[in-house]
Structures are given as structure tokens and as C-alpha cells.
């Protein structure tokens, strides 16, 4: 194995070393393109105490959900929080923490963080809680806020002539990142099918140790340098699961025949 070479044998060996308190940046959209592998790995170490970013938290028996289900989690950083009745039940209780954040403003605080961008200004959140502190992050089991969202600096600039107000969102950095691909190569390049790009490579460049899981690994030079979606300079660590791995759909909707 050359030094460049970024395979490790196993799930758990790719998360061993993830301990109790860190925080992780996980890749997915809904349950499209989960690191399920990774996660269960996870959840067999019993890391606890964790501070993960994600679009979402997974369902109530996959994806993230497994490991908010075994208390694992203390805190959220998310977009959307709908599809999981035990992440309502843990937030209204006061037993998880939750950083509710506008979709694109979550992707921009990853990429940033990715870039070594410390803070960016943006329209979204003008005017709402989001930038007038208030919001609720942790409530104390009695229907009381424990912790509220802080107020944000927002400040004025001319763009095209309109003077307009901007927030101040900080980025997101994170000691881990958790990434599906559907191909990668031993230097770390990754290829990202459909809908499991969004979100998977702004959580792998904000992770100081970025971990992927493929479900297939080719050799360095077999993968068409303008199809990668990823460099490799962002990834440490890639482990092949194969490509007959289970893949959920969040929620099925179909057309009834001759519908529109």
C-alpha cells in the first residue's frame, strides 16, 4: 500500500477512532445517498454525545434515525426535520439539542468551511428569527426554552444600485465527515450518483477527516477526470461496500395509470 492509497479493510476500522463528543458532517438527501454502512459501523462502536450536520435526520429506523433511536446524538444541525417521530419526540422533551437552518444557507456554511471561508453574508433569514435570535435550540423538558438561537449581525450593502440587508452566517467545520459514493478510486476521488450529490460533497470537504464508502472502487486513472464530483484531496479514508447494499426511498409516490 503506497502512501497515497486511501483503502482501509473494513467499515468499522474506517470509524474507529471516532469517539464520544465528536462532531461529523454526514452526506444524503433524505435517505438518498446515507452512508448507511458507515453509520451502522458507528452505531456497533457506541460513540456517544455526538454533533452531527446534516440535511436531515434520517427516519425513525434508518439512516441517522438508528442512532438518534440509541441516543447517540446530543446535538442536530439540520434543514429539515419532518419525517422522524422520535426526533419530534426527543426535541420537544429537551433531550436533543436542534440548529434549524435554511437549506442553502446549511450547504454554503459546509462548503465554506470546506474552503476556509470563516463567515459569509446572506439575504436569506432577513428579518426572521433566523437572524433575530429567538428560535428554540433545546427546550427543558417543561415546555420552557433552555437554550434559544442567538441574534446574528446583519449590516447593509449595495448590490446593483439597492441597498440591501444581509445576515452573518459563521461556516461549519466538523472533526469527521461520513460520505456514500457510487464510485471512487484509491486516491479518494469520488463519483456521486443523482440525488445523493446534494449535500455529500460540501459534508466531505467541511470534515477534517473525510470517510467514504463506495460501492465501487477502480484503480487511479479509470475515472474521467471531469466526472469526479470530488477530489480526493478532501477524502482520507475509502472503504468498497459493494453495490448490492439496501437503498430506501423516503416516500414512494406514484401516478395512478392514465393519470397525470
Known amino acids: 500500500m503506497t502512501g497515497i492509497d486511501k483503502r482501509v479493510a473494513s467499515p468499522a476500522e474506517a470509524v ?12 444524503g438527501f433524505g435517505l438518498s445517498g446515507n452512508p448507511m454502512i458507515l453509520i451502522e459501523a458507528l452505531l456497533e462502536r457506541g460513540s456517544k454525545d455526538l454533533s452531527i450536520v446534516s440535511n436531515n435526520c434520517g427516519v425513525d429506523d434508518w439512516g441517522l434515525g438508528i442512532l438518534l433511536a440509541a441516543r447517540r446524538i446530543r446535538k442536530m444541525t439540520s434543514s429539515y426535520v419532518g419525517e422522524n417521530k422520535e426526533f419530534e419526540r426527543q426535541f420537544l422533551s429537551g433531550e436533543l439539542e436542534l440548529e434549524l437552518t435554511p437549506q442553502g444557507t446549511l450547504a454554503e456554511k459546509l462548503r465554506a468551511g470546506g474552503s476556509g471561508i470563516a463567515a459569509f453574508f446572506t439575504q436569506t433569514g432577513v428579518g426572521t428569527q433566523v437572524a433575530e435570535g429567538g428560535l428554540p435550540r ?16 446583519v449590516r447593509t450593502f449595495t448590490v446593483r444600485g439597492r441597498d440591501l440587508e444581509f445576515v452573518l452566517e ?4 466538523t472533526d469527521f465527515a461520513l460520505v456514500h459514493a457510487l464510485r471512487g478510486d484509491r486516491h479518494g476521488n469520488l463519483v456521486f450518483n443523482k440525488a445523493a450529490r446534494n449535500f455529500s460533497p460540501l459534508a466531505a470537504m467541511a ?3 473525510c470517510i467514504a464508502q463506495v460501492e465501487e472502487l477502480v484503480e487511479p486513472g479509470e475515472l474521467d477526470p471531469d466526472a469526479v464530483h470530488l477530489p480526493g484531496i478532501y477524502v482520507h479514508r475509502v472503504v468498497q461496500v459493494g453495490s448490492d447494499i439496501e437503498k430506501r426511498i423516503e416516500r ?5 395509470k392514465g393519470g397525470n
Do not use: M, W
Not at 474507529?16 to 452526506?27: E, F, K, L, P
Not at 414512494?252 to 395512478?256: A, I, K, L, Q
Open 16 to 27: 474507529a477512532d471516532i469517539g464520544d463528543g465528536a462532531s461529523i458532517a454526514v452526506g
Open 252 to 256: 414512494r409516490t406514484v401516478t395512478e
Open 170 to 173: 459563521d461556516a461549519i467545520t
Open 207 to 209: 470534515g477534517k477527516i
Open 138 to 153: 433545546l427546550y427543558d423538558g417543561d415546555g420552557g426554552v433552555k437554550i434559544a438561537s442567538p441574534e446574528k449581525e
